[in-house]
């Protein structure tokens, strides 16, 4: 039996003869069962899409060095004026600001010991379990 031919008995069609016998009559051939294809909105004149931008890039020095740039939120009103060292909590300037310590580095007994030795565990296992099914 050819391919796309069904053993429908007498009078039957293999698909391409079908699809054949329907166009030449005027019919629109079966539709395959594929999504629908999404339908254009407004086929009036379509303008060109701006692009998105961000927002703008502060250059001034003075405006760099006195205020905290980038940090208002809102659409109205301006940066906050950062204040002098003074004004700020101690523990702000003892902040990690380079990468996570080693566990060598960490005190066994602390929080953060803790914390880095269960992340590192998951890395490990993640690394061992990597393309493996259930």
């Excluded at 629908?36 to 060109?48: I, M, P, S």
């Excluded at 980038?70 to 004004?87: H, R, S, W």
């Amino acid at each position: 039996m050819a391919a796309g031919t069904r053993a429908l008995g007498r009078g039957a069609f293999s698909r391409p003869s079908l699809l054949l016998l329907l166009l030449l009559r005027g019919d629109p051939p079966p539709a395959r069962g594929y999504a629908k294809k999404a339908a254009v909105k407004g086929k009036g004149k379509v303008g060109v899409k701006e692009a998105l931008q961000g927002p703008e890039v502060c250059k001034d020095p003075v405006i760099l060095t006195t205020h905290a740039v980038g940090v208002n939120i809102y659409k109205q009103g301006t940066d906050p004026k950062l204040l002098p060292d003074t004004e700020y909590p101690e523990w702000l300037f003892s902040l990690n600001l380079g990468p996570p310590k080693n566990l060598d580095e960490l005190d066994p007994e602390s929080r953060e010991y803790l914390k880095r030795l269960r992340k590192e565990h998951m890395w490990q296992h993640n690394k061992e379990h990597r393309g493996k099914k259930f």
